[in-house]
């Protein structure tokens, strides 16, 4: 189960010189209406749940077991060296965070919960990367 000792733990191992803070939040991307429509209730296996962390030097990406909530093997990170834009609003129930690459690479849109149960610092998170960012 994710934890906020969990989540401090993974990050910790991820961290890499010249990184002063991480700022993360949990976020699920669901399966899409064709996919519900088409699997019905096997569709849930195809939600994918993030942990995503913001530091000074990148944006982490770990993507985390559905069934237990444990970090996978696949990480990806994206230096903000690479990134133009970082746009951060957040609402009452959803938040919504979205980065646009720089040479027209694309857009990526998160749209986490403003609050997750036990996960304590998410809320933290967001209200961090809106004072950074928004």
Do not use: W
């Not at 990806?76 to 970082?86: A, I, Q």
């Not at 694309?106 to 304590?120: A, D, H, Q, R, W």
Request: proline share 1%.
């Amino acid at each position: 189960m994710l934890t906020n000792t969990n989540a401090d733990k993974v990050f910790d191992k991820l961290m890499v010189e010249g990184e002063t803070y991480v700022h993360y939040f949990y976020v699920m991307k669901m399966a899409s209406t064709f996919q519900c429509l088409a699997f019905g209730l096997g569709a849930l296996g195809l939600n994918k749940h993030y942990l995503v962390g913001f530091t000074n030097k990148r944006i982490l990406l770990i993507e985390l077991s559905p069934a237990t909530g444990n970090v996978t093997e696949n990480i990806t990170h994206l230096d903000l060296d690479k990134v133009e834009k970082v746009s951060v609003k957040r609402g009452i129930l959803k938040s919504n965070i979205t980065l646009k690459l720089k040479e027209d690479k694309g857009i990526l849109e998160m749209k986490p919960n403003s609050f997750t149960v036990g996960l304590s610092n998410h809320k933290k998170g967001l209200v961090e990367l809106e004072k950074l960012y928004g």
